[in-house]
């Protein structure tokens, strides 16, 4: 059964940068036919689609994020990561890792990770 | 920037029926954008309901459907139980690898 788990920092200091991985398990990151992603929510707020990968490093972004977020895969880790620059309190959120089948299905989820930007 | 909207808060009755809708600030919503839609109860993550406008993901009761209602995606609940009472919230593909999530649907079931 697939799993997803993020794990970084649950601190943050302001102007600094949040690196997050995901460790997949159960499956490989070596796919064509999935993207691997991030999603956010700050407290008590919706969703927000940071950014997908696929293994080759085709990378998309939200356009409001763009200039701030990197992306990446380690295929011989199983893992992907963010790196979300520059950060402030408004990007404090729960940070989660999902996968997107083909099909356009954001069908499996990690548990999530709080993030708290705070100095 | 284009906004995915949905009712911020619904209720219905137990047993009863409700569809929740997600559509957009500017246009239509069609199959074209892969609407999708997630199941969230606090603390948890979101869990995958309808994908591809109507397709259920494994193991997700039948009482849910998805389907475009209008120019809108619509879920529907039908015979609705207490443990229905969750965050909805429906995702759209725009294209280019773009994805965006509306701001979501409390729904209370009482």
């Avoid at chain 1, 990378?59 to 199983?78: A, E």
Wanted: proline share 5%.
């Amino acid at each position: 059964q697939l799993q997803l788990q993020e794990s970084g920092p649950g601190l943050v200091k302001p102007s600094e940068t949040l690196y997050l991985t995901c460790t997949v398990s159960g499956g490989s990151i070596s796919s064509v036919s999935y993207y691997w992603g991030w999603i956010r929510q700050p407290p008590g707020k919706g969703l927000e689609w940071i950014g997908s990968i696929s293994y080759s490093v085709t990378t998309y972004s939200n356009p409001s994020l763009k200039s701030r977020v990197t992306m990446s895969v380690d295929t011989s880790k199983n893992q992907f990561s963010l790196k979300l620059n520059s950060v402030t309190a408004a990007d404090t959120a729960v940070y989660y890792c999902a996968r997107m089948t083909i099909r356009r299905d954001w069908g499996s989820w990690g548990q999530g990770t709080l993030v708290t930007v705070s100095s | 920037q284009t906004v995915v909207t949905q009712e911020p808060s619904f209720s219905v009755s137990p047993g009863g029926t409700v569809t929740l809708t997600c559509g957009l600030s500017s246009g239509s919503v069609s199959t074209s954008y892969y609407p999708s839609w997630y199941q969230q109860t606090p603390g948890q993550a979101p869990r995958t309901l309808i994908y591809s406008t109507n397709t259920r993901s494994s193991g997700v009761p039948d009482r849910f459907s998805g389907s475009i209602l209008g120019i809108k995606a619509a879920l529907t609940i039908t015979g609705a139980q207490a443990d229905d009472e969750s965050d909805y919230y429906c995702a759209l593909y725009m294209g280019s690898g773009i994805w965006v999530f509306g701001g979501g649907t409390k729904l209370t079931v009482l």
